[in-house]
């Protein structure tokens, strides 16, 4: 292939057609009150590892519904909870996490 | 797709166009890539349809590339602008056509900044009259060199020698349009059909016996940008934007791309060569390109003229599988002999990407 | 005798208002341009938040105004003021006198073509709000494909856009969208449904139940962002791009259908009267309420009074109160006098 100094550029774009959102119906099934989250960003806003680890419950839930992988993202949760006390739909964010978890440990 | 629906919207947006006596301006860059073009429009103009269409070569660059860039502030590109008008008014002329989409974008966006600030033309006048002691009057008619091969289609397709037609199965040739950024997208009510659903060039095609292709992305920049090109670190956004046109335009297998705007014939064009380079992939039938013409060589090939003539051997991607279908006779041997016959040598063929 | 009142529009503003206006001891004269009653919610399926079917509500208007004088298929040709009244002048050649004057003439749906990036008129698959609920009631649409796999909500259509002269919300379209969203889930349960949203302003009774029942029963997407360009595919469905301001990137999605939620603009022909009589007019093309706290059926001139989507967008329920106020403002305008 020959050098040009540049190439194609990878595109930022989520594309539904091609996202697989299969992880997020595994959660789904688990966890069916994930599908009222509607991203008003409390659990993010009070959680007390996200600013040092990246985690956010509110992106967690959005990349699943772009089919993106968020292993990386539960990885930094503490499980302490916090985020469980401020949640307005009443999810449970924490038994979500551990939902999540258990199908990355499957 | 509703066809009648887009006649509604096309006649929302039509412009006059006086039928006559238009002083033309040439672009900074079209002659290097595509150069007969030019030449072939005042030539169709003036010797096939026997208008007035006057040129000076006073007449300087409408300085929209470097305002583009951001290299020169829009006072400037003003005044530049000024002394253009001038040498209108001092022809005797009132109808001013550019060659360029970004100077038609340029001078559309400046006539209109002058009427919404008077204070600001007021300034510029003074400024030319300090800087070379000319004056003049604004343009009465504003229309793109396009926009008149448009308004005289069907004057062209009545003389034409060929159609935009399949000669062995007689079904219209497909045919992509393409229209430069700056043409419509600012003013959409400057432009012939609008920017959504533009008919400038699609009417052409219609005319000339063609069918358009109406794909996804066809509102898309044809990637040029111009720092994203300029800027050789900034090219890879440039080729992606050209790639995600192919790739959109790819199932509806066109026969060819007609475009308005000196850029985006060169970067539909060229970039067919680097994708092909980079990726492995090509877009027209058996290994050949999508041929990308202007709209003067789209009228000069169904007029009759020589392909050669038109300067396409110049072009990157093949014309020949274009000119067989619609059954053009041309000389093969002929593609890289100069004006006076000389042997121009060949180019390098590239690796990926057929060529004749 | 009893006395004249005029009514101009015969949706549901002008009816409840003349059933008001009935028992009140008026005579109510409707007039209306269409050849039924009833308005737009007349060719509505199901309204929310309890999905009333809209034909129950106008049937049951219908029946309780059978007193009142009724002229279909009618237009004002023209009103001028007397010195103590109005004289209406009817293009059937009916002349009426009264002394209060209702205007009622709603809302005109926003002319989705006018957003062309989104093809309808051009596109083989755009539909609005209101096509879909002609559907809904059974008449035929070949834009709507057998089987959809997936289908698109564009809210905001010609609302909260400057551009396309229209700065007000039509209040209305979010619920509406989540009301079809979750009427096409039903029809079609293996579809995916996305919402394309700037806001959801569910403000009224039961619409926000109403929008978790769609995220959490239905699995309706919702994607804050709002759509900025269709394209038609080579199989005639739609690419539809937006970007998706919780993720910060662009998102494309192909679809095989998209509505358009069309918003409210004021009726023309509101227009048309407030000239003649020298009504204000409100910047957003409405007509201007006296007030829009406490006087939202009175105008700034004596007698004439508004009910309904003709002084602003209006849920049914608020129209269906406007209309008993401003029959109850005529009663005591009246009786003032």
């Known amino acids: 292939m020959m050098d040009f100094g540049f190439s194609l550029s990878k595109s930022s774009t989520l594309n539904l057609d091609t996202a697989d959102l299969s992880l997020y119906k595994k959660l789904c099934e688990l966890s069916p009150d994930a599908r009222t989250c509607m991203a008003c960003g409390s659990c993010s806003a009070t959680c007390t590892a996200g600013p040092f680890s990246g985690m956010s419950v509110r992106k967690v839930i959005l990349d699943l519904q772009r089919g993106r992988d968020v292993k990386a993202m539960v990885q930094g949760c503490m499980l302490c909870g916090k985020c469980i006390m401020v949640c307005p739909r009443g999810i449970n964010t924490r038994n979500l996490i551990l939902n999540l978890c258990k199908i990355y440990d499957r | 797709m509703i066809y009648q629906g887009k006649q509604k919207i096309w006649s929302d947006y039509q412009k006059e166009i006086p039928d ?120 009465k008619y504003l229309a793109h060199s396009s926009d008149l091969i448009y308004h005289w289609r069907n004057e062209i397709a009545d003389k034409a020698r060929y159609r935009l037609v399949d000669k062995e199965t007689g079904e219209p040739l497909k045919i992509v349009e393409h229209i430069g950024c700056h043409y419509a997208k600012m003013f959409p009510h400057k432009a012939v059909g609008g920017a959504e659903y533009p008919y400038v060039l699609a009417g052409m095609v219609e005319s000339w016996g063609g069918q358009v292709i109406d794909y996804p992305e066809r509102r898309h920049c044809c990637g040029y940008g111009f720092r994203q090109y300029h800027v050789k670190a900034n090219r890879g956004y440039s080729i992606s934007n050209t790639h995600k046109k192919f790739e959109s335009m790819e199932p509806y297998h066109p026969d ?47 007029l009759g003229y020589d392909p050669w003539d038109l300067g396409l051997q110049l072009h990157q991607v093949a014309v020949e599988p274009l000119l067989d279908k619609i059954g053009i006779e041309y000389d093969p041997k002929a593609k890289y002999l100069g004006l006076n016959k000389e042997d121009l040598l060949r180019p390098e063929l590239p690796t990926v990407l057929k060529c004749c | 005798m009893k006395e004249n009142i005029v009514i101009i529009g015969g949706g549901i503003a002008g009816m409840e208002a003349a059933k008001q206006l009935l028992c009140l001891g008026y005579n109510p004269i409707i007039v209306e341009q269409n050849d039924h009653l009833g308005g737009h919610v007349s060719q509505w399926h199901q309204l929310f938040p309890d999905m009333t079917p809209a034909q129950d509500l106008v049937r049951r208007l219908g029946e309780e105004i059978s007193e009142a004088n009724i002229f279909l298929e009618t237009t004002v040709s023209y009103v001028n003021k007397l010195k103590d009244g109005y004289n209406v002048m009817l293009n059937n050649g009916v002349n ?242």
């Open chain 2, 20 to 139: 006559d006596n238009w002083y033309y301006v040439r672009s900074c860059i079209r002659q290097n890539f595509f150069p007969a073009s030019e030449k072939m429009f005042t030539e169709i103009t003036r010797n096939v349809l026997g208008k007035d269409v006057y040129e000076t070569p006073f007449h300087t660059t409408c300085g929209g590339i470097a305002y583009h860039c951001d290299t020169i502030p829009q006072e400037t590109v003003m005044t530049i602008v000024a002394r253009q008008f001038a040498l209108m008014t001092e022809a005797g002329y009132e109808n001013y056509c550019p060659s360029c989409i970004t100077s038609f974008g340029n001078y559309a966006e400046i006539l209109e900044t002058w009427h919404e600030f008077p204070e600001l033309e007021a300034k510029i006048r003074e400024d030319l009259w300090k800087a070379c002691k000319r004056e003049f009057k604004k343009p």
């Open chain 2, 256 to 302: 060819a791309i007609i475009t308005n705007c000196p850029g985006c014939p060169y970067f539909l064009d060229r970039w067919q060569y680097v994708i092909a380079e980079q990726t492995g992939k090509t877009y027209g039938r058996g290994g050949y390109g999508i041929p990308v013409l202007t709209y003067e060589e789209l009228a000069g090939i169904v």
């Open chain 3, 96 to 337: 009426i006198v009264c002394r209060a004057l209702l205007i009622a003439s709603g809302f005109k749906l926003f002319d989705a073509t006018k957003k062309e990036e989104y093809g309808y008129g051009v596109y083989d698959r755009v539909i609005t709000n209101s096509d879909l609920e002609a559907w809904f009631n059974g008449k035929q649409d070949p834009r709507i494909p057998d089987k959809p796999a997936r289908v698109g909500f564009v809210h905001c259509v010609g609302s909260r856009d400057l551009k396309a002269g229209n700065s007000q919300c039509s209040k209305v379209c979010c619920v509406t969208a989540i009301k079809q969203a979750i009427e096409v889930k039903e029809k079609f349960p293996d579809a995916e449904i996305y919402c394309f949203y700037m806001d959801l302003r569910l403000f009224g009774k039961k619409y926000e139940d109403f929008y978790i029942n769609a995220q959490r029963d239905f699995g309706v997407h919702f994607i804050r962002g709002r759509v900025s360009e269709v394209g038609e595919a080579i199989d005639g469905r739609l690419q539809v791009k937006a970007e998706d301001t919780l993720a910060g990137k662009p998102l494309k999605v192909t679809l095989d259908m998209l509505v358009l939620m069309s918003g409210m603009v004021c009726n023309p022909q509101a227009t048309e009267i407030a000239r003649m009589i020298h009504l204000d007019m409100d910047d957003d093309g409405f007509l201007r309420s006296r007030d829009n706290v406490y006087s939202i059926i009175e105008s700034n001139r004596p007698g004439v009074f508004y009910a309904g989507a003709c002084t602003g967008t209006k849920t049914v329920p608020e129209t269906v109160a406007e209309a008993r106020a401003a029959a109850l403002g005529i009663d005591a305008y009246l009786k003032s006098l």
